[in-house]
């Protein structure tokens, strides 16, 4: 039988006569014949041998095949084994495998056949004692594996390569077995894990391997567990660390795969992944230059194109823009010319710039960078170009426009020869001859004059090219103006009424295209701008008379010295489109050369009226006192007149003899002279703030129409008293940016004012309306109108038409300053229409719209103050109010108003006495002076913010004071109060902030 763990072999025939040199067993031979035959048939060696000196006793063929001996078996009888072999381990190795029994159970060994072949053999064997002798014998069973020892070999060598293999190589290299426990980590693994291969060996791949998110910080899936679950090969997520033993993070890249056996089965996986860190910076530092890059390309002042030329033979025809630049766009004005050919950008240009063309086809085919300036026709501007060919057939031309600095060389020039010219003229009309002879060659224009200020008139005092009849009807009718006698056409409109005046003075309508930004008018065809002109142009009776002169091209330049007024310079053409705005700009630029060239001799002709002039400026000094003094005498009138009625009616109320319409008329009277008494106070306050510029301005967006309409509405008792006609038609949805506060006080100005000079019957018509850009608030009236001489003193602090003594109408001079300075702070202006004596009065205010309407709930209308309703006994129901007040009439009222709104109320005379009633009564809210005995409302307000939520710290609080400047309010905010009310007090405004601040129903927070 075949030694233990044999595979079975095939059978094969028994050996032939042929094949065997074995005489034919006879017969009675029987069992030992076929015993023989069988250890012929088998592969292995069946063989005994003396225990003692290993003679053998019996061997079959297999003995001789494993041995490779030329011999037959029975040849080996006798023999001693160990001179059959040559052992390569010590001799007695399979006698020291024996168990006690002397039994030997698969022993591998190895050994040289005399032939030097090196052969393995597994060995069994038993030991026995022959019955004849009872000498030892042992049996043996040996089987050849030299061929299996061999692939062992060869595996365990291969498997051995694996592993250096694995040791070398720089990524980390990870296997787990199918329950991801490690049983493999190369050297990268070690040193980037910190866990050598011994320690790591059974132990779980999450414990070695951790990883996270580099975003999240949250650890990552484990790709192992995935490829043992899924079979297939897995890759990590981007920004993935691995964290080392140490604690060492670094960025990794891995992919896990499944390891197979011969069944496809999963039986394990590997993990190979790399420190790419270093990797990720570098990717990370080329992300960053390429945003530099990019950034810089977008950022670049200078236009950037990059185009392929286009050639038909040697002759540059066309060219694609491939990528342009933010800035091209900018410089150029062109938009979405990527793709796209240049003559289908700009058609034309080929032929307006041939050069162009010749410049950027030279560089695309030598690849010779060039730099040159150039004028564009087709774009109309002035370029510097460095042009260079990153390609054949390719250019970049990057690029700079300086057109500015080609008109500010040409300025330079132009001024340097004025300026000479300037010098060298000595006194007024040698400067205005040379000036006029200068812009006439220069200009080309056939006719130039220069119009000096007399008054309010222009007449010409230097020209050439004019016709003298043209000049001398001008003059004429600057004459007949002056001495009030001025002529009119068949309109009524006056006929000097012209241009000049208003070019000068900076009252025109800049949203017109004829004006420039600094006032200047110019037109290319009098005709066109006849034509179709409206009201403005119906007054431009200069264009009227220049157009019928034949004059086609019209400019009128300012000629003015800071704040003076010198006088207009005028450019005169029978041929249309003779100016640019470049060339305007430019000739504005001399035009201020020549005003304070003018300004000095001026100056020098003046030199003479110096004494004059000082008495006059003593004059008007002494002028600006007694307007100090009525103004003072004013705010005396303005201030006592209110308080008799007050006294009077109230005199009359605690008589108690006046009847229920008696009644209500006094109390109608004393709340409106009240009210009059605070717009006052609030006036000089406001003036005070404007002159230190402090006034306070809270803006939002607000809705103009309704605070117009309310405030209008405001003013219904004054109307019905002059039985007087109000016209009240706001637009909807203007929306702009301001302080409704200081709107409403505004527009309650104007009106007031219109209701003031309106005689009785009359009518006041209060627009708002859009108009562009802007909102207009519009307020006539029907009233006197406004003097000349006053019309330039309408904004002036304490300016008041009629002497203090005689005057009709009552106001102490301040409103329309105050108008004034608010709608600047607002960013708008005030206009006020030229007087005409018995016409009435428009005054105009323009704010800029606010650049959205609001999206969500609409703006919050800036509501009247609204007396107390029938019902205000509930209007504050069981509100705990404690009221610190050293003035005891103001703390009485303010504890009557607020107990018969149905408060609680407690009052106080101090800062310690308000502390202790704060303490025992823990009020909902407080009211709080300022200016208290001892310690001030500062100090008594921070020291209940101390006391902290729970012992009432967080009480709405009100500081009522009469320190009501914008600094006064910042204080008390800081100080820990909620909002700031100035005295006087109106109870409707108190009651509401107090509803506010306690969170009743139906109230608005402030």
Not at 386 to 405: K, L, N
Not at 920 to 925: I, L, Q, Y
Request: aromatic share 6%; proline share 5%; with cysteine.
């Amino acid at each position: 039988m075949s030694p233990r763990g044999a595979p079975r072999r095939k059978a094969r025939p028994a050996p032939s006569a042929q094949t065997s040199p074995r005489k034919k067993t006879p017969p009675g031979a029987g069992a030992a014949e076929l015993f023989a035959r069988l250890m012929d048939f088998t592969q292995d060696a069946v063989y005994r041998y003396t225990f003692a000196e290993g003679r053998i006793l019996f061997a079959s063929s297999g003995l001789v095949r494993i041995l490779d001996l030329d011999c037959s078996p029975e040849e080996l009888v006798g023999r001693k084994l160990q001179d059959l072999l040559i052992y390569t381990q010590e001799p007695g190795t399979v006698r020291k495998q024996a168990d006690p029994k002397g039994q030997v159970h698969d022993f591998e060994y190895g050994f040289k056949t005399l032939k030097g072949e090196e052969r393995w053999v597994l060995h069994d064997s038993f030991v026995t004692k022959d019955p004849a002798t009872g000498e030892k014998v042992v049996s043996a069973f040996v089987r050849d594996i030299t061929k299996r020892k061999q692939a062992q070999e060869a595996l365990t060598a291969q498997r051995r390569q694996l592993s250096v293999t694995l040791r070398c190589i720089g990524d980390g290299v990870i296997a787990a077995d199918r329950q991801g426990r490690a049983i493999l980590l190369n050297k990268a693994a070690e040193e980037l894990t910190g866990w050598s291969e011994a320690e790591a060996l059974g132990k779980p791949l999450t414990e070695i391997f951790r990883i996270i998110d580099e975003r999240t910080r949250r650890p990552g899936a484990d790709p192992v567990r995935r490829v043992l679950a899924e079979g297939r090969i897995q890759g990590l997520a981007n920004h993935t660390a691995l964290i080392s033993r140490d604690g060492t993070e670094r960025s990794i890249a891995d992919s896990a795969a499944p390891i197979l056996d011969e069944a496809g089965s999963v039986i394990g996986a590997v993990l190979t992944f790399q420190d790419v860190t270093e990797r990720r910076r570098a990717e990370e530092a080329v992300r960053q230059s390429a945003e530099r890059y990019r950034s810089l390309f977008d950022s670049m002042l200078n236009g950037f194109a990059y185009c392929r030329m286009l050639f038909e033979g040697d002759d540059p025809r066309d060219f694609v823009y491939l990528e342009v630049n933010p800035a091209f766009g900018k410089l150029t004005g062109l938009k979405q010319v990527v793709g796209r050919k240049v003559s289908e950008v700009i058609p034309g240009i080929r032929e307006a710039d041939p050069g162009l063309f010749e410049v950027y086809g030279r560089v695309a085919r030598t690849g010779m960078p060039e730099k040159f300036e150039t004028y564009v026709a087709a774009l109309r501007q002035w370029f510097t170009i460095s042009v260079y060919s990153p390609s054949r057939d390719h250019f970049v031309a990057v690029f700079d426009v300086i057109t500015e600095r080609k008109k500010a060389e040409q300025e330079l020039q132009l001024a340097a020869e004025f300026l000479s010219l300037v010098n060298e003229c000595r006194g007024k009309r040698d400067l205005l001859a040379g000036a006029t002879r200068f812009w006439q060659e220069r200009s080309g224009c056939a006719a130039v004059g220069i119009r000096l200020r007399e008054g309010d008139d222009y007449p010409y005092f230097e020209t050439r090219g004019f016709p003298p009849e043209f000049v001398r009807l001008e003059n004429t009718l600057c004459a007949r103006d002056a001495a009030g006698r001025p002529e009119r056409d068949t309109a009524g409109f006056p006929v000097l009424r012209c241009m000049c005046g208003d070019v000068i003075r900076g009252s025109f309508d800049r949203a017109q295209p004829f004006f420039t930004v600094q006032g200047s008018f110019w037109t290319n065809s009098t005709s066109k701008l006849r034509a179709g002109a409206g009201e403005a142009g119906r007054q431009a009776r200069t264009l009227d008379r220049c157009n019928e002169a034949g004059y086609e091209s019209v400019a009128l330049l300012p000629l003015r010295f800071g704040d003076e007024r010198l006088g207009v310079i005028q450019f005169n053409d029978p041929r249309p489109d003779r100016f640019t705005l470049d060339s305007i700009h430019l000739w504005e630029r001399l035009a201020k050369c020549l005003a304070a060239a003018l300004a000095k001799a001026l100056a020098d002709e003046e030199r003479a009226s110096l004494l004059q002039r000082a008495q006059e400026a003593r004059a008007q000094a002494e002028a600006a006192n007694r307007s100090k003094d009525e103004f003072l005498a004013r705010v005396s009138h303005e201030l006592r007149t209110p308080i008799t009625a007050i006294l009077g009616w109230h005199w009359l109320l605690r008589s108690g003899d006046l009847s229920a319409e008696e009644r209500e008329k006094a109390m109608e009277v004393i709340a409106r002279k009240m009210e009059a008494e605070k717009q006052i106070i609030d006036d000089l306050l406001d003036i005070s703030g404007l002159v230190s510029g402090r006034l306070d301005i809270k803006k939002r967006t607000v809705d103009l129409g309704p605070l117009v309409a309310e405030t209008a509405g405001g003013f219904r008792s004054e109307f019905q008293a002059k039985s007087l006609r109000l016209v009240c038609a706001p637009a909807a949805g203007l929306f702009v940016s301001g302080d409704p506060r200081r709107l409403r006080q505004v527009i309650w100005n104007l009106v007031s004012n219109a209701v003031k000079f309106t005689p009785a019957g009359g009518t006041v018509t209060v627009l708002a309306r859009r108009e562009g850009g802007k909102a207009l608030v519009s307020v006539e009236d029907t009233g006197p109108g406004i003097s000349h001489e006053f019309y330039g003193k309408l904004f002036e602090l304490f300016g008041q038409e009629e002497s203090t003594l005689t005057r009709t109408h009552g106001g102490l001079g301040l409103g329309l300053a105050i108008v004034q300075h608010l709608v600047r702070q607002h960013g708008g202006e005030v206009a006020v229409a030229p007087p005409v004596p018995g016409q009435g009065a428009r005054v105009t205010v323009s704010l800029p719209l606010a650049a959205a309407a609001p999206t969500g709930s609409p703006p919050e209308p800036f509501a009247l103050a609204i007396e107390a309703p029938p019902d205000f006994p509930g209007l504050l129901r069981g509100v705990r109010i404690l009221v610190v007040e050293d003035d005891d009439d103001t703390r009485e009222m303010l504890l009557s108003v607020l107990g018969h709104c149905g408060a609680r109320v407690q009052g106080a005379v101090s800062t310690a006495e308000g502390l202790a009633a704060f303490a025992s009564a823990r009020p909902d809210v407080l009211l709080c002076d300022i200016g208290l005995p001892g310690e001030d409302g500062y100090s008594l307000i921070r020291r209940i913010r101390a006391l902290g939520k729970g012992a009432g710290g967080l009480v709405p609080a009100v500081a009522v004071t009469a320190y009501s400047t914008a600094e006064d309010r910042a204080q008390a905010l800081r100080a820990g109060f909620q909002t700031h009310l100035p005295k006087p007090v109106d109870p409707a405004e108190l009651v509401a902030m107090v509803r506010a601040l306690a969170k009743l129903p139906g109230s608005a927070a402030r």
